[in-house]
């Protein structure tokens, strides 16, 4: 019984870290405008994280992907960047598109009436030789039908 009780607790500890609320340098004035991101297509992020993370993470047994549609607020520190991104939900999966293939070129339209939803992304600088820069995402929300930004 003690040992359903531990296994219980650290489950839940282990996922509450993996669907918990994303990290953050804060917010307020350390946001900056998007285009003081000097050198970054933000836009490119935002379908980098599509491909590698929420499609994957959070939309793996939808019909749907979803794909950016705006970069609502964006900042870096160093070579790391964090942005807040607007997602919705594309039809091209039915269309024989891959989680791996989706792109502005072949997954370009959100579907009528789609859901929508805030991203957080977290890029940090390759480190210690890995190559690439590691990215992360998490769903910071819904949003509601009709909301604008």
Request: charged share 35%.
């Given at each position: 019984?003690?040992r359903l009780?531990?296994?219980s607790?650290?489950?839940?500890?282990?996922?509450a870290?993996?669907?918990?609320?994303?990290?953050?340098w804060?917010?307020?004035?350390?946001?900056?405008d998007?285009?003081?991101?000097?050198?970054?297509?933000?836009?490119e992020v935002a379908w980098?994280?599509a491909?590698?993370?929420?499609?994957?993470?959070?939309?793996?047994?939808s019909r749907?992907?979803?794909?950016?549609?705006q970069?609502?607020?964006?900042h870096?520190?160093?070579?790391?960047?964090e942005?807040?991104?607007l997602y919705?939900?594309?039809?091209?999966?039915?269309?024989?598109?891959?989680?791996?293939?989706?792109?502005d070129?072949?997954?370009?339209?959100?579907?009528?009436?789609?859901?929508?939803?805030?991203?957080?992304?977290?890029v940090?600088?390759?480190?210690?030789?890995?190559?690439k820069p590691?990215i992360?995402a998490?769903?910071?929300?819904d949003?509601?039908?009709?909301?604008r930004?």
């Amino acid at each position: 019984m003690l040992r359903l009780v531990v296994l219980s607790v650290l489950f839940c500890a282990a996922a509450a870290q993996f669907f918990g609320p994303p990290p953050s340098w804060g917010s307020g004035s350390s946001w900056r405008d998007v285009s003081n991101l000097r050198g970054v297509d933000e836009m490119e992020v935002a379908w980098r994280a599509a491909r590698e993370e929420i499609n994957d993470k959070y939309y793996g047994r939808s019909r749907y992907f979803m794909i950016p549609v705006q970069v609502i607020r964006a900042h870096r520190r160093g070579r790391d960047i964090e942005l807040e991104v607007l997602y919705g939900e594309s039809e091209c999966r039915s269309r024989g598109v891959g989680a791996r293939q989706i792109s502005d070129r072949t997954c370009a339209d959100v579907r009528r009436g789609a859901d929508r939803a805030i991203y957080r992304i977290i890029v940090e600088e390759a480190r210690r030789g890995r190559g690439k820069p590691d990215i992360e995402a998490w769903k910071v929300r819904d949003v509601r039908p009709g909301e604008r930004f």
